[in-house]
């Protein structure tokens, strides 16, 4: 049904639904944010009238915000974001084309913009049969299509009649990082900010990777207190 919070029952345990009122702020840089709106802003003003779907490819380390990113713009278009995992779409072996076309279903009956994260797998050899259903899926039902993944993208032509934009997200600066090394230490270190400068120079680490040291460094911690 148009806009349920039910998804289709095929996608379920397979891909994620996150509103607008869901998601959270990016941690990518803003003029990158500000960039893609851009694109998609004249996509959706120009392009889409000649009937050519958009596709983009966000390139960048694990943790550098690329799928909140998505969600960010996608909070500012007023839409949803469906999310699905391409390796785990690999793994579905004779089920992956049914499952292609019920994500692209379900991203026009929400309405939502389906975002396929890890999508460097596409560029293996093995995954050629998917990468042609998804071009097929995208001509046939989609509008906007966002790809992420960590390496850069070598078949340009792998989307024909699409238009094909790859935007690198870098780790952030130095001042950004001890941003995120505050908030994140705030709660349990009630000197951080004495340590962040230091932390923040010496590990050139993503927001998602500077979250995952202390949640491993906080996990160690009552491992050894038990």
Excluded at 207 to 217: C, E, K, T, V
Aim: with cysteine.
């Amino acid at each position: 049904l148009l806009g349920s919070n039910q998804i289709d029952g095929r996608l379920a345990g397979r891909a994620e639904l996150m509103r607008p009122a869901d998601t959270h702020q990016s941690s990518a840089p803003p003029e990158t944010s500000a960039s893609v709106l851009r694109l998609v802003e004249r996509y959706l003003m120009n392009g889409s009238e000649r009937g050519r779907k958009l596709v983009v490819y966000l390139l960048g380390p694990y943790g550098v915000g690329k799928r909140e990113l998505v969600a960010s713009i996608c909070r500012q278009l007023g839409c949803a974001v469906l999310t699905l995992d391409i390796e785990q779409l690999l793994a579905e072996g004779g089920e992956t084309e049914d499952l292609v076309r019920a994500a692209f279903r379900e991203g026009l009956l929400q309405p939502a913009v389906l975002h396929l994260k890890g999508a460097d797998r596409l560029l293996e050899t093995t995954a050629y049969s998917l990468r042609n259903r998804l071009a097929t899926a995208i001509i046939e039902y989609g509008w906007l299509v966002f790809l992420s993944g960590e390496a850069p993208w070598m078949l340009k032509e792998s989307f024909p009649g699409c238009l094909f934009q790859e935007v690198a997200l870098s780790i952030p600066d130095v001042p950004a990082r001890e941003a995120v090394w505050q908030s994140c230490l705030a709660d349990q270190m009630p000197d951080a900010a004495s340590w962040v400068p230091q932390l923040a120079r010496q590990f050139r680490l993503t927001p998602g990777q500077i979250r995952a040291a202390i949640d491993l460094a906080e996990s160690r911690r009552r491992m050894d207190a038990d």
